[in-house]
């Protein structure tokens, strides 16, 4: 079955880094995308980041453009999202999801499995 595990959520300063993990297994990268979702408090569940599955493209919400970066680590079935100067706005759950992607648009309803999600806090 599809699972997915994240981690490296936590708290950090204004213009800090942390880097996510999202560990796949039942599945490899050329079946799925991988999405990354975050959710604020308040807020509807936005798309962060996407990679397609068919030709690696890869696509970042305008906000985040420049500061986050995806890569994935095939041997280990590893997607990561580097996050880079951070900002107090970017505090929300992050999740990683399973599905399709098509452009930094894509929905959540795109994608039809998810990680439980991790914490990121960006004090000010």
Do not use: H
Not at 30 to 50: H, L, M, N, T
Not at 77 to 91: C, F, G, I, R
């Amino acid at each position: 079955e599809v699972q997915l595990v994240e981690s490296g959520g936590g708290l950090v300063q204004a213009g800090g880094s942390l880097r996510l993990s999202c560990v796949a297994s039942g599945f490899t990268f050329a079946d799925y995308a991988i999405g990354w979702f975050r959710q604020a408090p308040g807020k509807e569940r936005e798309g962060v980041s996407c990679v397609s599955n068919t030709d690696g493209r890869r696509y970042y919400k305008d906000s985040v453009k420049g500061r986050f970066t995806m890569f994935i680590d095939n041997v280990k079935n590893t997607v990561y999202l580097q996050m880079d100067s951070l900002k107090p706005e970017d505090t929300a759950v992050y999740y990683c999801a399973a599905g399709t992607c098509y452009s930094a648009s894509t929905g959540a309803d795109s994608f039809g499995s998810w990680g439980q999600g991790t914490q990121v806090t960006v004090s000010s």
